[in-house]
């Protein structure tokens, strides 16, 4: 007669996914918002939107994203440091529908794993749930699936999904753009999540680097300066998006100036950005050298240390501005909107193209 074979056999530990889940409970508890209803365990996260004539919402529009953190992850592996790619996977999906005018309500993760850790797992899931507390957003519900022998031992990836809300009259589309609108620039905290398999060629291949390396320019480790986890712009811009006129907004993400900033641009407009107006951070300046990387690509693979822009009319930038400065906030104006095909030029001292 066969041997009698178990689940916990072929790879996946139920106990174990027990175990991840005790600990995360305290972490996503303390994300809830009012309109959360239920609690962990469920097979659907339940959430009552505050909408109607008593509430909070007259004509809400519901905007959702979702969105990953990719390679970067791969250096989390190498330095055994999970406590901030949850961040990255928030991040990355309030962001985006935030340049909608979106409060972002709640947002539900995905988490694959080769073997289940659940120390591990707790590292990734308080990262998410810090980010979702930061950014005013209730994590409601999420999946940590074990996948014994699809992912090596100690890997994982994850994933998220976001849902939020903005009133109608408010929402902001590319309709509102016009020439001779300004853009304000927010920083970056640095490379945020994109451009990652470039990044790692240039430091682990090309610079031969282990991860561990103190750089005088950068105050830390390569390591560490690049699982810096992306800015949370939502605590920051949804005060601006109930105060001012905002024709538009740009998250710098994939395909860096000259692929996002058109998104939010109607056909017959173009803008143009000097580069003179802020101070790129050093990790960029790092990798352009380290990998004699082009201006233009560097450009379109990385934010350069802008990660948001918005963009309005010259007044209302100009009180946005100062605004935002009284709050202690950084901002830069770094362009404007112009006659066009479309399409974004950069000019500076930086690089000219």
């Known amino acids: 007669m066969a041997e009698k074979m178990t689940y916990k056999d072929a790879g996946v530990n139920i106990d174990a996914g027990n175990a991840s889940v005790k600990l995360i409970k305290d972490s996503v508890r303390a994300t809830y918002r009012p309109e959360v209803l239920g609690d962990l365990g469920g097979f659907g996260g339940l ?7 008593d509430g909070k919402y007259k004509e809400p529009v519901l905007v959702s994203g979702t969105d990953g953190v990719g390679t970067k992850l791969k250096i989390a592996f190498l330095l055994g440091k ?4 949850g961040q990255d996977a928030v ?10 005018g979106a409060e972002p309500l709640f947002f539900l993760d995905y988490l694959a794993v080769g073997k289940l850790d ?18 005013g957003c209730a994590l409601i519900g999420g999946e940590t699936a074990e996948m014994a022998g699809f992912y090596p031992n100690g890997e994982y990836d994850i994933a998220g ?8 009259s408010k929402l902001i589309t590319s309709e509102r753009v016009k020439e001779g609108d300004v853009l304000l620039g927010l920083p970056s905290t640095g490379v945020h999540s994109n451009g990652f398999s470039l990044v790692r060629k240039i430091v682990f291949e090309r610079q031969g680097m282990k991860g561990d390396e103190y750089m005088d320019e950068l105050g830390t480790t390569i390591g560490e300066a690049l699982l810096t986890p992306t800015r949370l712009y939502p605590k920051t811009c949804l005060p601006l998006i109930e105060k001012f006129d905002i024709h538009g907004m740009v998250h710098i993400t994939g395909g860096g100036f000259y692929d996002n900033i058109p998104r939010a641009l109607p056909e017959e407009l173009a803008v143009e950005i000097n580069d003179d107006a802020w101070e790129m951070p050093p990790i960029f300046a790092l990798l352009q050298k380290w990998g004699n990387v082009d201006w233009p690509e560097m450009y379109r693979t990385f934010n350069m240390g802008i990660g948001m822009i918005l963009i309005a009319s010259a007044d ?20 404007k909107v112009v006659k066009g095909n479309h399409d974004v030029t950069i000019k500076g001292g930086v690089f000219h193209g």
Not at 47 to 53: E, I, S, V
Not at 82 to 85: I, K, N, Y
Not at 118 to 135: L, R
């Open 47 to 53: 959430f009552a939107l505050n909408a109607g004539k």
């Open 82 to 85: 999970h406590d901030t790619v």
């Open 91 to 100: 991040a990355m999906c309030v962001n985006d529908i935030l340049v909608q």
């Open 118 to 135: 659940p120390e591990q797992v707790a590292d990734v899931v308080k990262g998410v749930a810090n980010a979702c507390k930061e950014s």
């Open 161 to 168: 999904f976001c849902v939020g809300a903005v009133e109608k």
């Open 316 to 335: 209302e930038a100009a009180k946005m501005k100062a605004h935002l400065e009284a709050e202690g906030e950084t901002v830069y104006e770094i362009g």
